[in-house]
C-alpha cells in the first residue's frame, strides 16, 4: 500500500503547548506583529460582530458536539522546536480558551467561563493535529485551502489573501517568476496585491486618522476597507491624472504632493463609509465608480502637485504582516501627534502645549509626561464597544494635562465608572449586582460595583490590587480621591504628575475592564 502523504497522517499534540499563528492573514496591518498573547488573538477573531457570532458558534458546537478533527489541523515545528498552527487558528483558540477560560479577553471572559463549566477539558488535553514538514510546506496547504478550494470552510477575505501574497512575495525575494511558478497565481493579481495592500495600508497613516471620527478609525482598523472599491477607484485614469497615481509593476508612483493626497484619500475613505453625512445624492460604492468620478473628485480636497512631489509607494522587504514598506512608513508618520486607532497616540513632549506652565511638584513621583499615555511614551489602544469610551479615551489621551489638570482629573472619574459599567455588561452581571443589593443596577453606584467585581469576577492579580487601592479611603489613588476631583473642594492632589500617576495606577485595571494595553 502507498505511504499516506503527511496531510494524511495524524499524531496527537498538546493544545496547551500549540502556538498560534502570529502571521495569520486574518489578522490585519500594524496589528499581526503584536498578536502574541491568546487574548490579543481573540480580540482579532472577533473584531466583527459577524465574527465574534461565528466563534460563538463555534465553541457552542464544540462544547455540545465535543472537538471533531473532521477538517485537520495543520502545525509545522519552528527553529526552536514550537508547533505552530498552520490551518486552524480559530478551533485551537477556542479549545484553549475552553481550557483556560481566564485567558479569554474580558469582552468574551463570562461567556467563555459559561461554555466551559458545561465541558469536560480533559477530552481535549491533546487532539489529532497534521505536522507538516517545514512551514514551506504548510504554506503550500494553506494555499490550497484558502485560495483555491476550501468549500468546507472560511475562506480569506480579499485582503487577507493579498497580505498573503505580499508576505510570500517577500519569502520569495520579490521574484515574481520564482512565486508564479511555485504557486497558482499570475503575475497579475501579485502585482495587485501588493499595490492595493500599500494603498489600503495610507489609510493608517496619522494624516488619514487625523480626520476621522472614533467610528471611521475603527472601520479602518477593521477589514471594512473594501479592496474591491480601493481598486475601481485608483484604477481609473482620471483619478490617476486628478492625483498624480501611477502604477510601474508593484510599485505605486505618486507624481503629486504627498500630505494633500493623503487628505483627499481620507475625504474619500468618509465618503465610502458613509458614517459622516455629505452633500452627494449617491453612495460611493461599486455602482457609482468610475461613472460619477468626476462629482467625487469635484467634492474632494483638490491634491497639488510641486514641492514634495513624485514619491514611491512600495512594498519592499518588510511588507508581509503590516504590508507597509520603508517608502510608505514616511507618509505613514507625517504627524506624530495625531491620534491612532480607538483614540492611542504619539507625541511629542511639547511644552507649548502647556500653555508655558511648569509642573507642580507631584506628590507622587511620575515621569513627567504632558499627556495621559504609558510611562514610557508608549502608544494606548482599548477594545470597548461603547462609542462614548472610546471617544471618551481618545479625549483623555489629547488634552494636555498641564494646563487642563482639572478637566483631565475629572473625567478620569468618569472614565473609570463607564469602564467598570462595560465590564459588567459585557459579563452580563447587571441581574447579580441588584439581587447583591437589593436595588435596580442602575441605582447601584461605582463603589458597589468596583466591591463586586473584585476577585471573583477579575482573575488578574494586579487588577485586583488596582480595586483595593481605589476601594481604600487611606490610600492617595482612592476612590474618594476621584470623587474628590467631581465634588470636592480641595486642590492640593489636583496637579499633572498626580493625575498622571493615578492614571498609571488605574492601567492594570483598566486591561481588564476595557482591554487597554500597550500598542
Given at each position: 500500500?502507498?505511504?499516506?502523504?503527511?496531510?494524511?497522517?495524524r499524531?496527537?499534540?498538546?493544545?496547551?503547548?500549540l502556538?498560534?499563528?502570529?502571521?495569520?492573514?486574518?489578522?490585519?496591518?500594524?496589528d499581526?506583529?503584536?498578536?502574541?498573547?491568546?487574548?490579543?488573538?481573540?480580540d482579532?477573531?472577533?473584531?466583527?460582530k459577524?465574527?465574534?457570532?461565528?466563534?460563538?458558534?463555534?465553541?457552542?458546537?464544540?462544547?455540545?458536539?465535543?472537538?471533531?478533527?473532521?477538517?485537520p489541523?495543520?502545525?509545522?515545528?519552528?527553529e526552536?522546536?514550537?508547533?505552530?498552527?498552520?490551518?486552524?487558528?480559530?478551533?485551537?483558540?477556542?479549545?484553549?480558551?475552553?481550557?483556560?477560560?481566564?485567558?479569554?479577553?474580558?469582552?468574551?471572559?463570562?461567556?467563555?467561563?459559561?461554555q466551559?463549566?458545561?465541558?469536560?477539558?480533559y477530552?481535549?488535553?491533546?487532539?489529532?493535529?497534521?505536522?507538516?514538514?517545514?512551514?514551506?510546506d504548510?504554506?503550500?496547504?494553506?494555499?490550497?485551502?484558502h485560495?483555491?478550494s476550501?468549500?468546507?470552510?472560511k475562506?480569506?477575505?480579499?485582503?487577507?489573501?493579498m497580505?498573503?501574497?505580499?508576505?510570500?512575495?517577500?519569502?520569495?525575494?520579490?521574484?515574481?517568476?520564482?512565486?508564479?511558478?511555485?504557486?497558482?497565481?499570475?503575475?497579475?493579481?501579485?502585482?495587485?496585491?501588493?499595490?492595493?495592500?500599500t494603498?489600503?495600508?495610507?489609510?493608517?497613516?496619522?494624516?488619514?486618522?487625523?480626520?476621522?471620527?472614533?467610528?471611521?478609525r475603527?472601520?479602518?482598523?477593521?477589514?471594512?476597507?473594501?479592496?474591491?472599491?480601493?481598486?475601481?477607484?485608483?484604477?481609473?485614469e482620471?483619478?490617476?491624472?486628478?492625483?498624480g497615481i501611477?502604477?510601474d509593476?508593484?510599485?505605486v508612483?505618486?507624481?503629486?504632493?504627498?500630505?494633500?493626497?493623503?487628505?483627499?484619500?481620507?475625504?474619500?475613505l468618509?465618503?465610502?463609509?458613509?458614517?459622516?453625512?455629505?452633500?452627494?445624492?449617491?453612495?460611493?460604492?461599486?455602482r457609482?465608480?468610475?461613472?460619477?468620478?468626476?462629482?467625487?473628485?469635484?467634492?474632494?480636497?483638490?491634491?497639488?502637485?510641486?514641492?514634495?512631489s513624485?514619491?514611491?509607494?512600495?512594498?519592499?522587504?518588510?511588507?508581509?504582516?503590516?504590508?507597509?514598506?520603508?517608502?510608505?512608513?514616511?507618509?505613514?508618520?507625517?504627524?506624530?501627534?495625531?491620534?491612532l486607532?480607538?483614540?492611542?497616540?504619539?507625541?511629542?513632549e511639547d511644552?507649548?502645549?502647556?500653555?508655558?506652565?511648569?509642573?507642580?511638584?507631584?506628590?507622587?513621583?511620575?515621569?513627567?509626561?504632558n499627556r495621559?499615555?504609558?510611562?514610557?511614551g508608549?502608544t494606548?489602544?482599548i477594545n470597548?464597544?461603547?462609542?462614548?469610551?472610546?471617544?471618551?479615551?481618545y479625549?483623555?489621551?489629547?488634552?494636555?494635562?498641564?494646563?487642563?489638570?482639572?478637566?483631565?482629573?475629572?473625567?478620569?472619574?468618569?472614565f473609570?465608572?463607564?469602564?467598570?459599567?462595560?465590564?459588567i455588561?459585557?459579563?452580563?452581571l447587571?441581574?447579580?449586582?441588584?439581587?447583591?443589593?437589593n436595588?435596580?443596577?442602575e441605582?447601584?453606584v461605582?463603589?458597589?460595583?468596583?466591591?463586586?467585581?473584585?476577585n471573583?469576577?477579575?482573575?488578574c492579580?494586579?487588577?485586583?490590587?488596582?480595586?483595593?487601592?481605589?476601594?481604600?479611603?487611606?490610600n492617595?489613588?482612592?476612590?474618594?480621591?476621584?470623587?474628590?476631583?467631581?465634588?470636592?473642594?480641595?486642590?492640593?492632589k489636583?496637579d499633572?504628575?498626580?493625575?498622571?500617576?493615578?492614571?498609571?495606577?488605574?492601567?492594570?485595571?483598566?486591561?481588564?475592564?476595557?482591554?487597554m494595553?500597550?500598542?
Open positions: 500500500m502507498e505511504e499516506k502523504e503527511w496531510w494524511e497522517k499524531v496527537r499534540r498538546s493544545v496547551d503547548y502556538k498560534l499563528w502570529k502571521g495569520n492573514p486574518r489578522f490585519d496591518g500594524d499581526a506583529v503584536a498578536k502574541i498573547k491568546v487574548s490579543d488573538f481573540a482579532a477573531i472577533i473584531s466583527s459577524t465574527e465574534k457570532d461565528d466563534f460563538y458558534d463555534l465553541v457552542k458546537s464544540i462544547v455540545k458536539h465535543g472537538f471533531r478533527a473532521f477538517d489541523i495543520v502545525v509545522w515545528r519552528n526552536d522546536g514550537k508547533y505552530i498552527v498552520a490551518e486552524g487558528n480559530r478551533r485551537v483558540l477556542a479549545l484553549k480558551l475552553l481550557r483556560q477560560p481566564h485567558l479569554a479577553p474580558s469582552s468574551i471572559r463570562q461567556f467563555i467561563r459559561q466551559a463549566a458545561k465541558f469536560d477539558k477530552s481535549i488535553e491533546k487532539i489529532p493535529v497534521c505536522l507538516a514538514p517545514s512551514y514551506k504548510a504554506r503550500w496547504y494553506i494555499l490550497e485551502r485560495t483555491v476550501g468549500a468546507t470552510h475562506r480569506w477575505d480579499r485582503l487577507q489573501q497580505r498573503y501574497i505580499v508576505e510570500l512575495y517577500d519569502d520569495y525575494g520579490h521574484d515574481a517568476d520564482a512565486l508564479i511558478e511555485n504557486t497558482n497565481f499570475t503575475r497579475k493579481a501579485i502585482f495587485d496585491a501588493i499595490r492595493f495592500v494603498i489600503r495600508d495610507w489609510a493608517t497613516s496619522n494624516i488619514v486618522l487625523d480626520k476621522m471620527t472614533v467610528e471611521e475603527e472601520l479602518i482598523h477593521s477589514r471594512s476597507i473594501s479592496i474591491s472599491i480601493l481598486e475601481r477607484w485608483f484604477t481609473s482620471d483619478v490617476k491624472q486628478a492625483w501611477s502604477f509593476e508593484e510599485k508612483l505618486v507624481s503629486s504632493n504627498r500630505s494633500s493626497l493623503l487628505q483627499a484619500y481620507a475625504g474619500f468618509k465618503l465610502m463609509f458613509g458614517v459622516t453625512p455629505n452633500d452627494l445624492t449617491f453612495d460611493v460604492n461599486t457609482s465608480i468610475p461613472q460619477k468620478n468626476k462629482e467625487i473628485l469635484e467634492y474632494l480636497p483638490k491634491v497639488n502637485f510641486g514641492e514634495d513624485y514619491e514611491t509607494y512600495t512594498n519592499g522587504s518588510s511588507a508581509s504582516g503590516s504590508g507597509k514598506n520603508q517608502n510608505s512608513t514616511e507618509a505613514a508618520n507625517d504627524d506624530k501627534n495625531t491620534p486607532a480607538n483614540g492611542s497616540n504619539k507625541e511629542s511644552s507649548s502645549n502647556g500653555g508655558g506652565s511648569t509642573t507642580p511638584e507631584p506628590l507622587k513621583k511620575t515621569p513627567p509626561r495621559l499615555r504609558m510611562v514610557d508608549s494606548t489602544r470597548a464597544k461603547s462609542k462614548r469610551i472610546n471617544a471618551l479615551f479625549e483623555l489621551t489629547q488634552v494636555p494635562v498641564k494646563k487642563y489638570t482639572h478637566i483631565a482629573a475629572s473625567s478620569l472619574r468618569v473609570l465608572d463607564l469602564s467598570v459599567d462595560e465590564f455588561r459585557n459579563n452580563e447587571e441581574k447579580n449586582i441588584a439581587q447583591k443589593y436595588s435596580k443596577y441605582h447601584t461605582l463603589l458597589q460595583r468596583l466591591k463586586f467585581i473584585q471573583q469576577h477579575i482573575d492579580k494586579k487588577a485586583n490590587k488596582c480595586v483595593g487601592k481605589l476601594l481604600q479611603p487611606t492617595e489613588h482612592s476612590l474618594d480621591t476621584l470623587n474628590s476631583f467631581v465634588h470636592g473642594h480641595e486642590t492640593h489636583c499633572a504628575g498626580f493625575v498622571n500617576s493615578f492614571w498609571d495606577m488605574l492601567t492594570p485595571l483598566m486591561s481588564e475592564l476595557i482591554g494595553r500597550e500598542h
